[in-house]
């Protein structure tokens, strides 16, 4: 059965970092385009990070965020550095079939998300 599997949230201090991981089983992430999103409290699900090979990134996350692919590990990692308060969403990766499109792509096959709060 195809499952995505987020892990490594947490409650972290503000200035402080977190290394998300979304584990593949059942299919392979090798050649296929993936993206980490994130839904605040009260607000839309919005894009964070893609990957089909070549990475971008919301503004928000330039220069703190970095998405990477380990196809021997079938894993997707989002590193966050320098978290602030309103990082503080449910992290979820998803396979993105029609590629980034330049941008951050469309969710097609979640994982259930892991909470990340940054708070003092």
């Known amino acids: 059965q195809a499952r995505l599997v987020e892990s490594g949230g947490g409650l972290v201090t503000p200035g402080g970092s977190l290394r998300l991981s979304c584990v593949a089983s059942?299919?392979?992430?090798?050649?296929?385009?993936i993206g980490w999103f994130r839904q605040a409290p009260g607000k839309e699900r919005e894009g964070v990070a893609c990957?089909?090979?070549?990475?971008y990134y919301a503004n928000f996350a330039k220069g703190r965020f970095a998405i990477s692919k380990d196809n021997i590990k079938n894993a997707v990692y989002l590193q966050m550095d320098s978290l602030k308060p309103e990082d503080t969403a449910v992290y979820f990766c998803a396979t993105v079939p029609s590629g980034c499109g330049g941008g951050l792509g469309r969710g097609y096959f979640w994982g259930q998300g892991t909470q990340v709060t940054v708070a003092s």
């Open positions: 059942g299919f392979t992430l090798e050649h296929k385009a």
């Open positions: 990957d089909d090979s070549t990475t």
